[in-house]
Nanobody, 122 residues
Framework: VQLQASGGGLVQPGGSLTLSCTAS????????MSWFRQAPGKEREGVSC????????YYADFVKGRFAISRDNAKNTVYLQMNNLKPDDTAVYYC????????????????WGKGTLVTVSS
């Protein structure tokens, strides 16, 4: 079972990036999925979560209105569209899910993918 996040990079403040999280070794059907992030010197924090059952989405206050989580079950992939990025969004972003099917958020975060670094700087 593997989760691989990708799509990070260097972007200027106000810019956009789309992160992808692709699962291998299992299908994302019946799994809620989350994105977390960890900035240098800070604790890991939850960013967003999406249900499998109804695709309802949830966001941390600090990204509401700027980030959008979505999923394509046919592609076994979850996305995080990040708009109006700020320097405070600089972090390694991780996707996570559970070790057995769980349709709804919050996730228990049993599996973690390797993160992808997002750097917001001019």
């Amino acid at each position: 079972v593997q989760l691989q996040a990708s799509g990070g990079g260097l972007v200027q403040p106000g810019g956009s990036l789309t992160l992808s999280c692709t699962a291998s070794g299992f299908t994302l059907d019946r799994y809620a999925m989350s994105w977390f992030r960890q900035a240098p010197g800070k604790e890991r924090e939850g960013v967003s979560c999406i249900n499998f059952s109804d695709s309802n989405t949830y966001y941390a206050d600090f990204v509401k209105g700027r980030f959008a989580i979505s999923r394509d079950n046919a592609k076994n992939t979850v996305y995080l569209q990040m708009n109006n990025l700020k320097p405070d969004d600089t972090a390694v972003y991780y996707c996570t899910t559970d070790d057995h099917p769980n349709n709804n958020c919050p996730t228990r975060n049993d599996y973690w993918g390797k993160g992808t670094l997002v750097t917001v700087s001019s």
